[in-house]
Structure formats: structure tokens, C-alpha cells
């Protein structure tokens, strides 16, 4: 049996296995398979270009990690100071264990951790 197929001069043809064809059949819904290859396409397109912006880089982590550090660091003087402005008299024992851990954030955050 022979099929002849007019086409205007913009439309081509794409040959494709018989099960892709099915595939696109039970997807495609109300469009045509032309119309769902499309949208196909044009979804994978989009997706290639946001794809760039789903990460952070190496600097803006670092960078976060440097501020929430020096939040917590701020936190803890914070209440550290506040305990001692109510009278609530820490054992220097408490303090300087307080102080060692801030300069530990501080010595870490300066260190460049590979990750």
C-alpha cells in the first residue's frame, strides 16, 4: 500500500518509534501530537534555563554561613549580657566557657571548609 502526504513548505516530518507514539497518545490529552510535541519541547526549554538559578554558588553559601554565624554569635552575647544585667550572676566558669565557644564560631568561619 502506498500513502502519498501533501505538506505545506513549513511543515516536516519526524520519524519516531512506535511506542513514543503511544506514549505521546496517552499523554497528549486534547492536543494534537504536533501541538503536545511542541509544548514538550518548549517545557524542556524553560526548564534548561531556570535550572541555572536552583543552586547557590560556593560564595553565597559561605557568605550565609559567615552571617549565621555571627548571628548566633550576637545571640549569645546577647543573652549573655541580659543574664548579668538581671543579676542573675554567672560563675566566671560559665563565662569563659560561653567566650570559648564564640571565638570556636569565629575560628571556624575563618577557615575555608571544603565541601
Known sequence: MKRTLLLDEDDLIMVV???IVK???ENRGELNRTEFVN?????QLKN???NDKEYISKEEFQAFSH????????FLQFFVSYGMAMGH????TDIQSL?????SFENT??????L
Not at 568561619?109 to 571544603?114: C, K, L, N, Q, W
Open 17 to 19: 518509534k512506535e511506542d
Open 23 to 25: 506514549q505521546i497518545d
Open 39 to 43: 509544548y514538550l519541547i518548549q517545557c
Open 48 to 50: 534548561e534555563d531556570n
Open 67 to 74: 552571617q549565621m554565624i555571627g548571628l548566633l554569635h550576637n
Open 89 to 92: 550572676g554567672q560563675a566566671d
Open 99 to 103: 567566650s570559648q565557644q564564640l571565638e
Open 109 to 114: 568561619d575563618e577557615e575555608p571548609s571544603e
